[in-house]
């Protein structure tokens, strides 16, 4: 089901648990994965995500078998499961396979972190800012997405089945959109004609085309030739035979010369000055250009043109208004993770940007080289969300 916000398009449901500003407590329990102000996100939670979130990958590729890789630091369950499920990775070493499974596992939990751990945030500030959302608007939207997604509660059943979600993971998502919405709408979002007007006015060319013309040109390489040239096509020969016998440019040679779509500056500085300042179908020249001797006719001059204000309003109301719209979720998450980093807490295993004292790991350019070099035995056959 889609959502507004980008961190919450995972395409699966977190399992619902209602948060508890509890403002005490930092130490992660020996059950969790992280702490947020004494709230904590269940190891359970997390491997609960992952699956979703592998079979949501899976599904995009059927017949690929889903990998969960959900016993950091050794992932000894991990590797009995790629044997079992991968059948042609049997031979592979049980350290490669551990290494492979924990690169899907930062991939797959860092994504996972990152959406269960900004949920809490959200609802923390949501709860300090008094924005509510109650059961009657979390079922109106909840209602209204299944009826746009899944017409039928068949359908609606079959997309849990597939995704490995419950009935509880979607009310808890809609919730927490519903709640990132409120927090979104105390920005503004509304584009007014002033500013519609100075963003026509500083993108102008964007909603026009400039002149083009289509012409045909020989490029000899001397004015001795260019004037050959120019005299038989006054005599009646064809541009074809002509451009083929005199011309040395490669692109027009076997073409007749033929060059269209031509806007001002595009080409050879003197070609362009000359054709865009020729009337249609006269012979030009010969015109001493960078690289010889140029013998032009235009053959078709397309005018320049301007949408309005009034025409580019439309266009340039979807433009500001995305701008806006992304600058308010900006700001949501800028104000929650003043708020809230400092107070959330990670086990290593799972710590990644949302966590406090994260520090990105180093990697060198030997292994970075052979990470996006090397084909992974367990990456090649399962994805990250």
Request: hydrophobic residues 40%; proline residues 5%.
């Amino acid at each position: 089901m889609k959502m507004k916000r980008t961190t919450l398009a995972l395409g699966a449901f977190f399992v619902g648990i209602a948060i508890v500003i509890a403002g005490c407590g930092s130490g992660v329990p020996g059950n969790a994965a992280a702490n947020v102000a004494g709230n904590p996100i269940s190891l359970q939670a997390v491997n609960h995500w992952m699956y979703v979130a592998a079979e949501g990958e899976a599904a995009q590729s059927p017949g690929q078998p889903v990998i969960v890789p959900e016993d950091p630091p050794n992932f000894t369950k991990c590797v009995a499961q790629v044997r079992v499920q991968i059948p042609a990775l049997n031979k592979t070493s049980s350290k490669q396979l551990a290494s492979d499974c924990k690169q899907l596992f930062t991939s797959l939990s860092s994504q996972v972190m990152d959406f269960l751990i900004k949920s809490y945030w959200y609802q923390a500030d949501a709860h300090k800012l008094g924005i509510k959302v109650t059961n009657t608007q979390i079922q109106t939207a909840l209602a209204a997405a299944k009826k746009a997604e899944f017409p039928t509660a068949a359908q609606f059943a079959a997309y849990l089945k597939s995704s490995g979600q419950t009935a509880q993971d979607v009310t808890y998502r809609v919730r927490v959109n519903q709640i990132f919405m409120k927090l979104a709408a105390r920005h503004p979002t509304t584009v007014t004609p002033a500013a519609i007007q100075t963003y026509y006015n500083a993108h102008k060319a964007t909603y026009g085309t400039p002149e083009s013309r289509n012409m045909r040109i020989v490029l000899a390489k001397n004015q001795s030739q260019a004037a050959t040239a120019k005299a038989a096509l006054q005599l009646g020969q064809s541009w074809t035979a002509v451009a083929a016998k005199y011309s040395t440019d490669p692109t027009t040679k076997n073409k007749g010369g033929l060059l269209t779509g031509v806007k001002a500056g595009q080409q050879d500085a003197a070609l362009s000055q000359a054709a865009f300042s020729a009337p249609v179908n006269k012979l030009v020249g010969p015109v001493k250009g960078q690289f010889g001797y140029y013998v032009i006719e235009v053959i078709k001059i397309t005018p320049a043109t301007q949408k309005t204000l009034a025409q580019a309003s439309p266009t340039i109301k979807q433009t500001l208004t995305t701008q806006l719209q992304t600058a308010a979720e900006n700001a949501v998450d800028a104000h929650a993770k003043k708020d809230w980093l400092s107070k959330t807490t990670c086990r290593a295993e799972y710590a990644m940007a949302d966590c406090e004292s994260y520090k990105a790991p180093k990697t060198s350019t030997t292994s970075a080289a052979a990470a996006s070099g090397a084909t992974s035995a367990a990456g090649a056959t399962t994805s990250s969300p």
